[in-house]
Nanobody, 123 residues
């Protein structure tokens, strides 16, 4: 299974970005998907997750209300819409996949990882 994250870039505080993660080599509809991020000098942290049907999602408290995770099973792609970006959102964002139905929040349960995409937020 391969994951390819894209959509990162430079944005001003208060702006928006949409990240995409295309999955190949597996049955996408059988995977729960997650987004994690890692800032310099910090551990990789949970951002958002979505269950295999899209009916269940979960968010970290720091992004809830600003970020939205979604998926298109026909396109084998998961998205992360990020609005009202703050400088503290700046990090490398990673997508991850795990066989299962739920919106898993623990980094350790994810089986497959993408390469990461950089999000830079200027103040």
């Amino acid at each position: 299974v391969q994951l390819q994250a894209s959509g990162g870039g430079l944005v001003q505080a208060g702006g928006s970005l949409r990240l995409s993660c295309a999955v190949s080599g597996g049955t996408f509809s059988g995977y729960a998907m997650g987004w994690f991020r890692q800032a310099p000098g910090k551990e990789r942290e949970f951002v958002a997750a979505i269950g295999w049907s899209g009916g269940m999602s979960s968010y970290s408290t720091s992004v809830k209300g600003r970020f939205t995770i979604s998926r298109d099973n026909a396109k084998n792609t998961v998205y992360l819409q990020m609005n009202s970006l703050k400088p503290e959102d700046m990090a490398v964002y990673y997508c991850a996949a795990k066989s299962g139905a739920l919106a898993y929040t623990s980094r350790s349960v994810y089986e497959y990882w993408g390469q990461g995409t950089q999000v830079t937020v200027s103040s």
